[in-house]
């Protein structure tokens, strides 16, 4: 056994293992470690669902920490190491992989956040490193990176200049950061540094750019969110472009038609959208209710907010920021209240129904429609690739069988359900060669549940089987219709 143990994983051997662990934990007990880490908690933010890798997660304390609500992977090139975090995970759903922080074995954009503690001062390329880690983020994904800068105190220490350089391959780590991460794309937004020991520990939290002002047809493979808190700058454009072509399809044009029709809106009535996104269905209130009444569409992305506003020139429909889970309104302020594909993009849907409920008057009228994913069909395909990717689409939204749960929610927040539509969202032809389905396709090679052969083939698939008229992708849609 060597004196000096060594965190290199070309190094590490079994009988140094205990001795490594052993360091880890106590450095990890020092409190300048825990601040830096809860500062890199509260910086990269991780939000519920998100896929957070840790690189080089030794023990994998931070990686069970991020799958308190995230999906969290670790990857570890020292198998021993990898085994002692997956043991300690215990019941927690981390996941711990093999792999070097030079080849993250992981397809691109992969990861919403990723998080690398003290890994590049054991690199003798840390460039390589970091382009890895810019490579698996998704546009606007987020990365803490911290690491150690041994300057101030190898100035005049020279037998700890010895001992660092048996233990450490880049002593200046730390310092090198910022060009490091900036080297490989990452843009540095905030810092923290504290010192710990003789050295100063330095973090730096920095963002992958969201590729603003870029058409969908530039980024087919980029990941595509319709919920508020994660629509970047850049994907807006996207997301308008989405939702006016599903607008122009039958099946919504159907769904929205029998909706209004239900909720029969009268000249004078006070109506809301919630969620309201490009605002057309606020459009179409502001018309029913005419200069007597008020058409208001809550909307809490600031950028879809201007777009519904520009669209309704000439309209009365108006747009407020606010939340489905904090409406912005009094009690009863409403007769009538739409809520059209929001619920789905909800942790806590219950929330949304209660507020819905809370400012309808006695007697007025709610419409929530949503979708249930379980309905979606894919077809033709590899069934296993169909199933596979669509598992992984559900898994990536709140609340994938919203379409289900809404009479429930409605009526468990005090409405009394009086109809229900539905109709399935069937996609044209050309959708099998267009960004929808090349969306599915590179999600699912990015989240590694389908290969690159397997997407290649299912493009393919449904390429040939469009041009005979065979293509079919659907998800059935359910209106409920509900009075206070
Ligand atoms: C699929 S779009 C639907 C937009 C519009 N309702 C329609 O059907 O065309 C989902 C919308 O929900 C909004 N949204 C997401 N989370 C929300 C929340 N917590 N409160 C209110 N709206 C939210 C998004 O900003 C987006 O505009």
Redesign the pocket.
Known sequence: MSETPSFRADRIDRADLDRLVGVLDLQAALPDIRRLRDWAHAALAVRPGERVLDVGCGTGSEVVVFAGSAVAVGVEPNPGMCAVAAARAGASPARFVAGDAYALPFADGAFDAVYCERVFQHLAEPERAAAEIARVLRPGGRAVVIDADWTAALQDNRVLGEALSATVTNPFAGDELPDRLAAAGLRVTDTCARTVLTATMIALLARKAAGYGVSMSDTPDAPLS????R?EPGDLDR?VEV?DQ??ALPGIRRLREWAHAALAVRPGEHAL??????G??VRVFAAAVGSAGDAVG????PG?RAVAAERATGSSARFVD????ALPFADGAFDVVY????FQ??AEPAR?AAEIARVLRPGGRAMV?DSDWATAIVHPGDPEVVRALGESMRANLANPHSGRRVPGLLTAAGLRVVDLGSQALVQEQSAATGPLVHMMGEAGVAAGVITADQRDRFFADLATAAAGGGFHLSVTMFAVLAQR
């Open positions: 319709f919920r508020a808190d629509i997301l939702l599903q607008a959208d919630v969620g309201s996104g490009t057309s269905e809550v909307e809490p992305n879809m606010g939340d489905a889970y809520c059209e594909r929001v993009h909800l949304a429609v």
